[in-house]
T-cell receptor, first 111, second 119 residues
């Protein structure tokens, strides 16, 4: 069975600081991994995805993630946080056709 | 182009009432998914359609939950005899079809969700 675990349900950073949101996966087959963002009262928006091509994946809004097989990780980073980045972030792995999500990490950005 | 739309956006139901939630996928998307997102949790898979065929309903929590997509476009998720534990946001997503033998990387596009509160 495939699963993802997000470490830290809440992360708080200052504006301009590095953002690091952690995700570890478990999969018996090469995984397809995703990061989604959810703003209040909205649906999920795809930030980026890993599909077994380049291990460093760049997404929208300046986010990127690196697939590390040896660490079974797919952490999300952004060099400089902006107030508009405050939202809930979900890591997901594709299992068959469906997505299997982590519990989510709420990112707060302090001015 | 319009995205995935869902209606109603908010629904308050009394316990025991039946509810119907609607999803309009992106035009041309033959795959449609329903997820349930409880407060403070990640979305959890409920069911999946390819055109009108329901290929996976393994996530439906009980036989009170029923989904259909009779013409391969609009889908309805019905919950009978609602219970308080059914309170959640119900998300619909659509995508292009998964082609056998190819990388299953078709993006899923999510609607805004229907927030159901059962009193």
């Amino acid at each position: 069975a495939q699963s993802v675990t997000q470490l830290g349900s809440h992360v708080s950073v200052s504006e301009g600081a590095l953002v690091l949101l952690r995700c570890n996966y478990s999969s018996s087959v090469p995984p397809y991994l995703f990061w989604y963002v959810q703003y209040p009262n909205q649906g999920l928006q795809l930030l980026l995805k890993y599909t077994s091509a380049a291990t460093l994946v760049k997404g929208i809004n300046g986010f990127e993630a690196e697939f590390k097989k040896s660490e079974t990780s797919f952490h999300l980073t952004k060099p400089s946080a902006h107030m508009s980045d405050a939202a809930e972030y979900f890591c997901a792995v594709r299992g068959g056709g469906k997505l299997i999500f982590g519990q989510g990490t709420e990112l707060s950005v302090k001015p | 182009g319009a995205g995935v739309s869902q209606s109603p956006r908010y629904k308050v139901a009394k316990r025991g009432q039946d509810v119907a939630l609607r999803c309009d996928p992106i035009s041309g998307h033959v795959s449609l998914f329903w997820y349930q997102q409880a407060l403070g949790q990640g979305p959890e898979f409920l069911t999946y359609f390819q055109n009108e065929a329901q290929l996976d309903k393994s996530g439906l929590p009980s036989d009170r939950f029923f989904a259909e997509r009779p013409e391969g476009s609009v889908s309805t998720l019905k919950i009978q005899r609602t219970q308080q534990e059914d309170s959640a946001v119900y998300l619909c997503a659509s995508s292009l079809p998964l082609v056998a033998g190819s990388n299953p990387t078709e993006d899923q596009y999510f609607g805004p969700g229907t927030r159901l509160l059962v009193l």
